[in-house]
C-alpha cells in the first residue's frame, strides 16, 4: 500500500514491487482521480491495483481506513508513507496557521499514522514500513526551517520507532533523501547532490530487499552531513539552503 498515492516517489516504489501475485493499494484524498497513477503501475506489470480514500490530515480517519484496507484486501506487506508537503517558508514565517499546516502534515500526521499502522501490522503478525525522512531534518537551515523541524522530528521519531521494533515481526526502512529533483521542488535550482523520484525508489527498494533499516539517497549525503553537523552555526546560517 503506498499512503499518498499521489507521490512520485512513491509510485516510483510500488512500481518496482510489482509483482504477479501483488495486489497495490493506493491510497489518497480524491481517490477517483488516480486513473494516471493506477495506468502507470499496469504498464508496470501489476494486474490488481486497488483505492482507497485517504486524508492525512483527518487524524480520527488513519484506523478506519487502515481496517478498512486488511478487512477488503488481506494482510499488508509492504506499506509505503509517502504523504507530505513543502509548504511555502516565507509564507510560514509570517502565517503561523500556515506553518502549523506544514508540521500537522509533515510530523503530527505521521505519528499517528505510523503508530496506528504498527499496532495493526503487529496484529496481523508482519509487515515493512518505509518512511521518508529528509537530510533537510539532519540539520535544520535559515532557508527551510519549518519544513526542515517537521522532518527532523518525524526522523527521530521513525528511529526510536525502529528501535522500538527491533528483533520484532514489524521492521521499519527509514530513506533519508537529500534534494529530490519532481514536482513539488519545480522551479527551484537543484541542490548539490540532487536526485530523481526513480532513483531515489530504487535505493529504497534495494534496501527493503537486504533488510537495511536506512539508507541515505545518494549515499554520499551521509558522510557530507556528518561534516555539516561541525560546521560552526556562525557558518551555517549563512548558506544559502
Known sequence: MVLGGRSEIGLEVARRLVGPDNKIV????????LDAQEAALREAGAKDVARAEFDADDLASHRPVLEGVL????????VVVAFGILGDQQRAEADATHAAAIVHTDYLAHVHLLTELVNLLKAQGSGRIVVFSSV?????????????SAKAGLD????????ALHGGPVRLLLVRPGFVVGRMTQ????????STPGQVAEATV???RRGRGEVWV????????FAMRLLPRAVWRRLPR
Open 26 to 33: 493506493l491510497a489518497a484524498r480524491r481517490s477517483a482521480d
Open 71 to 78: 478487512a477488503e484486501h488481506g494482510p499488508l506487506d509492504v
Open 136 to 148: 533537510a531534518g539532519i540539520r535544520v537551515r535559515r532557508a527551510n526551517y519549518v519544513y526542515g
Open 156 to 163: 527521530g521519531f521513525a528511529s526510536g520507532l525502529a528501535d
Open 187 to 194: 522551479g527551484m535550482s537543484p541542490a548539490p547532490f540532487s
Open 206 to 208: 534495494a534496501a527493503l
Open 218 to 225: 545518494p549515499a554520499v549525503l551521509r558522510p557530507v552531513f
